[in-house]
């Protein structure tokens, strides 16, 4: 989606680099992550989505999708993790994360695009391995009220497939397993052209959004034995300065 046309007072009226974000979300992690290689300094603004302050009216009016992030800058409004730090390598100074050979670039696209559309799989494996307790604590009540808030249909039938637990949730388990191994898999043929980085000769916007996902996916404990660059390249991202701040030991 990129730059947000927001209506939200608040945001048009903040100065600076700001984000709305949640420790825990990878989507965060990721833009986190952007800021601290590009040594940004930003305002935290941190959205507890298991208190459900995602879907104010004030959260809401700067993000109609009821997520986090949000990065704000200057009263600009960018969503969706990957404009967000594509957006931050554009305009903050600094190590360019680009590449400028047109074939490369194409592929880093093609690369963050991939992993926007993996998120779908991760939040399935997320909400079943690492936080499986806030099952019991989301009732049909609050899905109603969600709803009446304003949140999407697409988390509304999310969050009603999880808490049910039946034949449903198990399909998108079960799709979020065969999802994640057929993006890791095409990430393992990616490295064994480019050697060390998906981006390239050089670490860039590819590594930056997929490390998160590999990160998440270990939390996960899924391992790739038929992956062993993949393993080596993500394992080698979160050993990262940047990425241990933002990332492993961020606290909010």
């Not at 989606?1 to 984000?19: I, N, P, T």
């Not at 307790?133 to 304003?150: F, P, V, Y």
């Not at 388990?173 to 994640?180: S, V």
């Amino acid at each position: 989606m990129g730059v947000f046309e927001s209506q939200s007072e608040v945001a048009k009226s903040l100065r600076g680099v700001h984000l709305y974000h949640f420790a825990l979300s990878n989507c965060s992690q990721r833009c986190r992550f952007a800021l601290e290689l590009k040594g940004v300094k930003w305002h935290s603004h941190h959205r507890d989505l298991s208190k459900r302050e995602h879907i104010t009216p004030e959260h809401l009016a700067s993000n109609p999708n009821g997520v986090a992030p949000t990065l704000v800058h200057d009263g600009v409004v960018v969503l969706e993790s990957n404009d967000i730090i594509d957006y931050i390598d554009e305009t903050f100074p600094g190590v360019d994360f680009k590449p400028k050979n047109p074939a490369e670039a194409k592929a880093v696209r093609d690369l963050l695009d991939s992993s926007s559309q993996a998120h779908t799989a991760i939040k399935a494996l997320s909400h079943e391995y690492l936080i499986s307790a806030r099952r019991q604590q989301i009732s049909l009540r609050d899905i109603h009220d969600m709803k009446k808030a304003g949140a999407s249909d697409e988390l509304i039938g999310f969050l009603s497939d999880y808490c049910s637990n039946g034949k449903e949730w198990a399909d998108r388990l079960d799709a979020a397993h065969k999802d994640a191994r057929a993006r890791v898999l095409e990430l393992e043929r990616r490295l064994k052209v480019t050697e060390r980085w998906l981006s390239g000769p050089a670490f860039g916007l590819a590594d930056m959004s997929w490390a998160v996902n590999y990160y998440r996916l270990a939390q996960c404990r899924m391992s790739f034995p038929d992956a062993p660059m993949y393993e080596e390249w993500g394992a080698s991202v979160v050993e990262m300065p940047a990425f241990q701040t933002a990332v492993v030991n961020y606290r909010p």
